[in-house]
T-cell receptor, first 114, second 114 residues
Framework: GQQVMQIPQYQHVQEGEDFTTYCNSSTTLSNIQWYKQRPGGHPVFLIQLVKSGEVKKQKRLTFQFGEAKKNSSLHITATQTTDVGTYFCLLLGISNFGNEKLTFGTGTRLTIIP | ETGVTQSPTHLIKTRGQQVTLRCSSQSGHNTVSWYQQALGQGPQFIFQYYREEENGRGNFPPRFSGLQFPNYSSELNVNALELDDSALYLC?????????????FGPGTRLTVL
């Protein structure tokens, strides 16, 4: 089945430092979404990437889709305490039976040291 | 908030019992996806419903079944509960027919199986 590795599993940074999480797929993706889940909360949509090599920015967040559409990254510049949470990629694909299949990455848990 | 509601909030069952979880999708959405999230893990895709039909399924046994109603609300049924079924169950609604648009998650139902 589809393997979705996300690295690192955990990241502890000083407030103001940068943070990056990577999502790697064993298969070519049609598109990818990123979500943030705060402790005790539910996933909240951040962005969707569709095109090969696509780069999108949301304030301090930069999202990138690899040229081969097999990997993606999320980079946060100058982290703030509000960035605390777990960041997941979500891969949207088609199963062997032609149906929808959604696979979350393993997640990267970000903690901030004030 | 997303407008997606789930009930109940918490539930305690014993092994072998059956449970039904409910989800009301956001207004205008016709697709509902269900996920199981064990503590410290990423959400695992159970299945997706589009216009009352199952549109995709993850690697879950048949004792996990679902329904979607004409108003696009949905139910998740789990028979013969096992201890490993203890988890947070999340539903998410989306607007597109393929479910490839942004997913809006509900707050989840915390199921404990004793």
């Amino acid at each position: 089945g589809q393997q979705v590795m996300q690295i690192p599993q955990y990241q502890h940074v000083q407030e103001g430092e940068d943070f990056t999480t990577y999502c790697n797929s064993s298969t070519t993706l049609s598109n990818i979404q990123w979500y943030k889940q705060r402790p005790g909360g539910h996933p909240v949509f951040l962005i969707q990437l569709v095109k090969s090599g696509e780069v999108k920015k949301q304030k301090r967040l930069t999202f990138q889709f690899g040229e081969a559409k097999k990997n993606s990254s999320l980079h946060i510049t100058a982290t703030q305490t509000t960035d605390v949470g777990t960041y997941f990629c979500l891969l949207l694909g088609i199963s062997n039976f032609g149906n929808e299949k959604l696979t979350f990455g393993t997640g990267t848990r970000l903690t901030i040291i004030p | 908030e997303t407008g997606v509601t789930q009930s109940p909030t918490h539930l305690i069952k014993t092994r072998g019992q059956q449970v039904t979880l409910r989800c009301s999708s956001q207004s205008g959405h016709n697709t509902v996806s269900w996920y199981q999230q064990a503590l410290g893990q990423g959400p695992q895709f159970i299945f997706q419903y589009y216009r009352e039909e199952e549109n995709g399924r993850g690697n879950f046994p048949p004792r996990f079944s679902g329904l979607q109603f004409p108003n696009y609300s949905s139910e998740l049924n789990v028979n013969a509960l096992e201890l490993d079924d203890s988890a947070l169950y999340l539903c998410a609604s989306s607007a597109r027919s393929s479910g490839r648009d942004e997913q809006f998650f509900g707050p989840g139902t915390r199921l404990t199986v004793l």
